[in-house]
């Protein structure tokens, strides 16, 4: 079984970027988010299953999930966001296995944007939180989305809390300053998640 990386994080921690410095580095990348949106794709089982559950005006004319209708229900009734996610979360985890089985890379970083709230359903070797401050959150998702205080605090407070996260760990990155102080961080993990996937790879 290859070396797994739990990797959470609040929006707008900068995530996706230290993701990606761990696929520089030669790491496979498994993403929960893009599995979520691959899931429920036209066509697809899952999106039946949403649709036969909320009803047909989830749908765009194009026959794909109208993410912003369904967000807006989700977000406002915490019943109907349970009902979504006992429909996608089994499909995303079936998923996301058959991804992390064919791994290429010396260890798997797999991406869960909601690890601290489902963390039962999942068994990593490490869980690495990139950490940033509530209110470097605001602040970015004010400059890149636009959104209005009232929406940034719905968003927020529907995920897990930064002190949720953190009592999680195992590693973090500080993502609090620039962007040009993250490429070391991932190096030392880095190094360490090597270390540790040998040695997981050929036991004593």
Known sequence: MIYQVGLTGGIASGKSTVAQL????????????????????????GLSAVI???????????????????????????????RLESIVHPLVRAE?????????????????????ESAEHYHFDRVLVVDVARETQIDRLKARDGLSDVQIAGILDAQASREQRLALADDTVDNNGALAALPVQVERLHQRYLMEATAKRNPA
């Open 22 to 45: 761990f696929v520089e580095r030669g790491a496979t990348l498994v993403d929960a988010d893009l599995i979520a949106h691959q899931v429920v794709a036209a066509g697809t089982p």
């Open 52 to 82: 036969a559950e909320f009803g047909k005006e989830m749908l765009t004319t194009d026959g794909e999930l109208n993410r912003t209708a369904m967000r807006e229900r989700v977000f406002s009734d915490p019943t109907a966001r349970r």
């Open 96 to 116: 996301m296995a058959r991804q992390i089985a064919k791994a290429s890379g010396p260890y798997c970083v797999v991406d869960v944007p909601l690890l601290t």
